[in-house]
């Protein structure tokens, strides 16, 4: 029997690990929101609010997943 037809072959992924590089998208938009918004309070708290609540939920799902990974 063949050594390699017996184990799997495992493949890493070459390019980048996208979901790790999504901060570098709204860690400056969080106060770019807070700048360009200045005059509407109301549009700009809901938005920075959104995008903060996103950001928490982007981060929960990555460490649910390293947590669910490792328990297998």
Do not use: C, N, W
Request: cysteine-free; hydrophobic content about 40%.
């Amino acid at each position: 029997m063949d050594s390699q037809s017996d184990s799997q072959v495992i493949r890493r992924r070459k390019g980048p690990a996208f979901e790790y590089l999504v901060p570098l998208i709204y860690a400056p938009a969080l106060p770019l929101i807070r700048i360009a918004l200045r005059h509407k309070p109301v549009l700009r708290d809901r938005l920075f609010y959104g995008v903060l609540a996103g950001a928490f939920a982007h981060g929960t799902y990555l460490v649910t997943d390293l947590y669910d990974s490792e328990s297998k």
